[in-house]
């Protein structure tokens, strides 16, 4: 499996907004869905994504996206804020699962189950060089950034993996690392 996990450190943890961009920057929750389980005319089978919102009112919101159960599903950023307003009501929606799991607790989850823990960083070790495991999670940070100390937790478990010096968005960090690893396989 290939999972991603976004920080979202202002993403809302409820339905009471109106635009995503408004809603504490959960359009770029949107754009990594998006990114990590679309692809043209089909899903990933083999990733999750997962973002932890920390925004206003309740933190933490954890929501997993499954591309080998989602239906119903559309790629524009309208269909997907009726679908996060939703699931955030309580809603149910094919493939999208909805818990309080803080990101600490999600990172320590992961590599109980054995999964390679990747942080992404611009300085970190270069992806072209990186041996993976057959479950590998990777964690971003949203437009602020990780903070120190999450990422630091997540480091206990694994490593920081750089896709270069540029600094991209973390919806084009995902396409290059599905990129990369649909190359290998
Ligand atoms: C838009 S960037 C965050 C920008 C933020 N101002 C910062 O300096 O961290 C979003 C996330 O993408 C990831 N990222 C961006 N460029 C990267 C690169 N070249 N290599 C690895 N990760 C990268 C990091 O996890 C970052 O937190």
């Not at 339905?15 to 869905?33: E, K, M, P, T």
């Not at 954890?62 to 997907?80: N, P, Q, T, Y």
Request: hydrophobic fraction near 35%; charged fraction near 25%; glycine fraction near 8%.
């Amino acid at each position: 499996m290939r999972e991603f996990l976004l920080h979202s450190r202002t993403g809302y943890s409820n339905s009471s907004f109106n635009g995503l961009i408004n809603a504490g920057r959960l359009d770029i929750v949107y754009q990594c869905i998006l990114t990590s389980v679309f692809k043209s005319a089909a899903h990933r089978h083999d990733v999750v994504f997962h973002a932890v919102l920390n925004g206003p009112p309740t933190p933490p919101v954890h929501i997993a996206v499954a591309g080998s159960e989602l239906k119903d599903a559309r790629i524009d950023e309208r269909s997907w804020e009726r679908i996060l307003k939703n699931v955030l009501s309580g809603k149910e929606h094919p493939g999208i699962s909805i818990d309080r799991t803080p990101f600490q607790r999600l990172v320590q989850q992961k590599h109980s189950d054995n999964y390679g823990i990747f942080v992404l960083n611009s300085k970190g070790a270069m992806i072209s060089n990186q041996e993976f495991k057959e479950n590998n999670l990777f964690i971003l940070g949203d437009h602020v950034g990780l903070p120190r100390n999450d990422e630091s937790f997540a480091l206990r478990y694994g490593t920081r993996l750089s896709l270069g010096k540029e600094k991209y968005l973390a919806a084009s960090c995902i396409d290059i690392i599905n990129y990369t690893l649909d190359q290998r396989d």
